[in-house]
């Protein structure tokens, strides 16, 4: 069952860029790339560092700290020193609102574009 609630707006998150919201005590990062919205935990996967503050591009953030890249639809790592995913939710707008379904995270195995990307 989804759970999709309201964590900002479109307008909070400037393209190419990613913020840090709370919800339901999960720490995200809502991310804006290429006209499409993210939600990942905003927890690199390496050791606690925010990934809201990486680099955004395309469908990729990259931890600031060592450089590792995640794939902003699976949580999947790209690049070393990270080795385990990091949790994705869906993540969907409407209106002028971004939505994250906080219910469970997609599993990174089976993630797809699709799946991520209701809006
Ligand atoms: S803390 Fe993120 S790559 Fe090391």
Same mark, same amino acid.
């Given at each position: 069952? #989804?759970?999709?609630?309201? %964590?900002? #707006? ?9 913020? *840090? ?7 995200? /990062? ?7 919205? =993210? /939600? ?6 390496? *050791? *606690?560092?925010?990934? #809201? ?5 395309? /469908?990729?953030?990259?931890? =600031?700290?060592?450089? @590792? ?12 020193? *990270?080795?385990?995913?990091?949790? %994705?939710?869906?993540?969907? %707008? ?8 906080? @219910? ?14 209701? @809006?």
């Amino acid at each position: 069952m #989804s759970d999709f609630v309201r %964590v900002c #707006s479109v307008s909070d998150v400037p393209p190419d860029s990613a913020i *840090a919201v709370e919800v339901d005590d999960r720490e995200l /990062a809502i991310v804006h790339s290429d006209g499409n919205f =993210y /939600a990942i935990e905003d927890e690199c996967s390496h *050791a *606690a560092i925010p990934l #809201s503050e990486g680099d955004v591009e395309g /469908a990729e953030i990259e931890c =600031y700290l060592h450089g @590792s890249r995640f794939d902003l639809r699976t949580g999947r790592p790209l690049s070393l020193p *990270a080795t385990e995913p990091v949790p %994705v939710y869906r993540c969907r %707008v409407e209106g002028d609102d971004v939505l994250v379904d906080v @219910s469970e995270p997609l599993d990174p195995e089976q993630s797809d574009i699709e799946e991520l990307q209701e @809006s």
